[in-house]
């Protein structure tokens, strides 16, 4: 097992790419803290074909800066089949945790890569604080290229406080995003990730939609070609949601 301390994490990303597990070696920890309440965000993303990784957080809850079966007894995983993309978003309060990426051994085969980016954003507002957007795109749920019109139900909460849509518009296509069904505040935002890097940096949210309460949210018009990622973020609790996707084609 591969143990990395990154020590405090803030909410610059901090990225392991090309990282690898191998048969003998099938589990990397990156330990690291937050000093105040914060959301930790883990992404797992570019996991070699064929293979399968997983995620794990967990907090060291006797603080003996040590994972250990106690710490294990709760946490949060992530871990979708094959060499899906794997997210974790967490409001939590500070202390030491320890991010674990593991090998899945029935989905693969030899040496599996991956690449991890981490980080801590910072809640808005004062108490009780909401969740801030995460600053990473793992493609959660991949819609692909939009024809017609695409609806997804989900739900955001402190144990998850961001979801990642990706799709793409093809030339002459619009789209109209919606999100509505909430119990409590959610919002959305649109992006580019231009650098294809994974991150959102800056300039590359195209537009946000950051209604109060369960008012719903709406991004229209959209209408350049390209490939985008939409965030459904929490605010303020757990929620329900309805997300819709409506395409249309643009007149020659
Ligand atoms: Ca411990
Ligand atoms: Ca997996
Ligand atoms: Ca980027
Ligand atoms: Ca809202």
């Known amino acids: 097992m591969a143990l990395v301390n990154l020590g405090t994490l803030g909410s610059t990303p901090v990225v ?3 990282s690898s597990l191998t048969t003998s070696d099938t589990t ?14 883990l992404s797992l993303t570019d996991i070699s074909a064929g293979d399968d990784a997983d995620i794990r957080l967990f907090k060291d809850a006797n603080l003996n800066g040590v994972l250990d079966d106690f710490d294990r007894k709760a946490g949060l995983v992530s871990n ?9 978003n967490f409001k939590t309060s500070s202390g030491t945790f320890f991010a674990e990426v593991s090998r899945f051994a029935p989905g693969s085969s030899g040496d599996v890569s991956y690449n991890l980016a981490l980080s801590a954003t910072q809640p808005s507002g004062t108490l009780p604080i ?3 957007s995460s600053n990473l795109l793992p493609k959660e749920f991949v819609l692909g290229d939009l024809s017609g019109n695409v ?10 406080t961001t979801d990642v ?14 999100l509505d069904g909430l119990s409590t505040d959610a919002d959305i935002r649109l992006i580019r990730d231009s650098n294809n890097n994974r991150i959102v940096d800056a300039g590359e949210v195209i537009r946000s939609s950051t209604n109060a ?6 991004i229209s018009n959209i209408t350049v070609a390209g490939n985008y990622f939409l965030q459904v973020t929490e605010a ?5 949601y309805n997300l819709a996707f409506n395409e249309s084609s643009i007149p020659a």
């Not at 303020?236 to 329900?240: A, L």
């Open 16 to 18: 392991k790419n090309n």
């Open 28 to 41: 990397d920890v990156f330990q690291f803290k937050i000093t105040s309440g914060k959301n930790i965000n």
């Open 80 to 88: 979708r089949g094959s060499n899906q993309d794997e997210a974790i």
């Open 130 to 132: 909401s969740a801030s």
């Open 151 to 160: 609806t997804r139900t989900g739900n955001v909460s402190n144990t998850n």
């Open 165 to 178: 849509y990706n799709f793409s518009l093809g030339f002459r296509q619009s789209v109209n995003i919606q």
């Open 213 to 218: 309460g369960i008012t719903s949210e709406l």
């Open 236 to 240: 303020t609790g757990n929620t329900n």
